[in-house]
Each structure stands twice: as structure tokens, then as C-alpha cells.
């Protein structure tokens, strides 16, 4: 049984973070485990309040799962400060975590902050050299590039400084695009387009993290980093086809559309 972690934070409207991970894991054939970076009460409207976890006791639920379950993979998402990003990145050299997704997240779909401004120092100099993968939607990327990334020309810029700090294999993600879904794959020697219509529908909560966590079952279950990409978009893209309203707000993919289709009402 091929097996991955995912280091992030918890929604408690089920639609992102862990909850979005496992559900994804469970989709795609992979043992989850997790670790929790932070509870929220979150809904499809927003982001009510945040109770971060004291940033030992992430380190303590990384050092339970490695020492016992292990992982071919890992991932983390929301990551909330500087403390638990440096504790994460201690862990993941401790236990040589070697293929790691990290998923930026920096903003709710809501437009609610989930990393503290003085953290994204911390994202850059800590964690992302240690990236395997690392999956900037165009907003993150401008902040980690530093200059905006609104079109196609400014993604491969983004996507050469993004891999000048450390991670290996930068996806620049284009959901964000006016005329399409395009999303950007460089390893530092090429530049790899994955193309993608835009899906007409406001269902879109945690696109970003059921992405990452789809890579990171792909590349659990030994497909190479380009292969583990591309069936991820293919993935989510099928999610998002097949999503449906929950709730008042940006309702969630829907994770498990390869076993069964919600009855629209």
C-alpha cells in the first residue's frame, strides 16, 4: 500500500485542506495520514476564525506518522506561520522527505489570509529548497517572484525565479487565466504547458489543495514528476466537472467523481 502525508491545515466545512488531502488520497488509491498545521471554521462562505497549532506538537504528529506509517509522499498546504514552516522543514530533512508537494497557500478562496505576512520569508529561505514540486497559483506566484503574474509571459518569469529558490520542479498554475486553464511545468531545463479549457462553474473550493494532494498520490505510487502532474490536472479537471453546490458559497470539487455522480436537485 503506497502511503502519503499531508502537513496543512484543518476545514471544518470539509471542502479544502486535510479534509480535501485525505478525500483525494482515499480517491486515488493512497493510504493518508496527516498532520495539522491549524483548525478553522470555514465554510463555502469564508473563513471564520484560525487556532493555529503550537508548532511542537505539528513536529510530534510528523515524527508519530514517519516513525511508524512512513510515506512515500508528502504535501503541506496551509502552513500559517514562520515557527511551524521552520518546525516542517526540520522534519521533513529529519526524516528525508523526498518527495514533497508544497502548495503555497497563502489566501482562502474567500480572500481570508492563511499565512501570516511575516511567514513568507520563512516559505522561501526554509521550504521551498527542499520542494520536489511546489504549485503557485498566480497570485502566489507573484508574491514569491515578487513582480505580477497575470498572463502567459510573466508565468515563465515567475516560474525561473520560483526555481532560483531551491524547488525543483515548478508548477505555475493558470486557473486564474481570462481565455484559459493553462497551467506551466519547469524543471529548470524545460518548459512543459499542460492546457486546459476553464470550467464555467463557481464550485471551486479547494482546487489548490485536492492539485497538490493529487501529485502527491501519483508521485506516492512511483509515476514519474511530469506523469504525477498531468494526471493530476486531468483529476481535477474531471472534479471540477462534476461539482455541485453544498453551500452559499464556493462549494468544493468533487473528490470522488470516479465512483459516483451527486443527482442534481
Known amino acids: 500500500m503506497r502511503k502519503a502525508l499531508t502537513i496543512a491545515g484543518s476545514d471544518s466545512g470539509g471542502g479544502a485542506g486535510i479534509q480535501a488531502d485525505l478525500k483525494t488520497f482515499a480517491a486515488l488509491g493512497v493510504y493518508g495520514s496527516s498532520a495539522i498545521t491549524a483548525l478553522t471554521a470555514q465554510n463555502t462562505v469564508g473563513v471564520q476564525a484560525i487556532y493555529p497549532v503550537d508548532p511542537e506538537f505539528v513536529g510530534q504528529q510528523i515524527d508519530s506518522v514517519m516513525s511508524d506509517i512512513g510515506a512515500d509522499a508528502a504535501k503541506t498546504g496551509m502552513l500559517f506561520s514562520a515557527a511551524i514552516i521552520q518546525t516542517v522543514a526540520e522534519r521533513v530533512r529529519r526524516w528525508r522527505i523526498e518527495k514533497l508537494v508544497v502548495d503555497p497557500v497563502m489566501v482562502a478562496k474567500s480572500g481570508d489570509r492563511l ?81 486546459a479549457e476553464h470550467i464555467d462553474t463557481p464550485h471551486t473550493h479547494g482546487t489548490g489543495c485536492t492539485f497538490s494532494a493529487a501529485i502527491a498520490a501519483y508521485l506516492a505510487k512511483g509515476d514519474a514528476p511530469r506523469d504525477a502532474i498531468a494526471r493530476a490536472k486531468h483529476y481535477l479537471t474531471a472534479a471540477l466537472r462534476a461539482a455541485q453546490p453544498i453551500g452559499a458559497g464556493h462549494s468544493p470539487v468533487h473528490h470522488f467523481h470516479p465512483y459516483y455522480a451527486w443527482e442534481s436537485s
Not at 503574474?149 to 520560483?162: D, S, Y
Request: one cysteine or more; glycine letters at 8%; aromatic letters at 6%.
Open 115 to 195: 499565512l501570516q505576512e511575516e511567514a513568507i520569508d520563512a516559505l522561501k529561505q526554509y521550504l521551498l529548497p527542499l520542494a520536489y514540486v511546489v504549485t503557485p497559483n498566480l497570485g502566489e506566484a507573484s508574491v514569491l517572484a515578487g513582480f505580477p503574474v497575470n498572463e502567459k509571459p510573466a508565468m515563465q518569469e515567475a516560474a525561473r525565479a520560483i526555481h532560483a529558490l531551491g524547488a525543483k520542479i515548478v508548477v505555475v498554475k493558470g486557473g486564474h487565466l481570462t481565455d484559459c486553464a493553462d497551467d506551466l511545468v519547469y524543471d529548470g531545463d524545460t518548459m512543459h504547458w499542460l492546457p
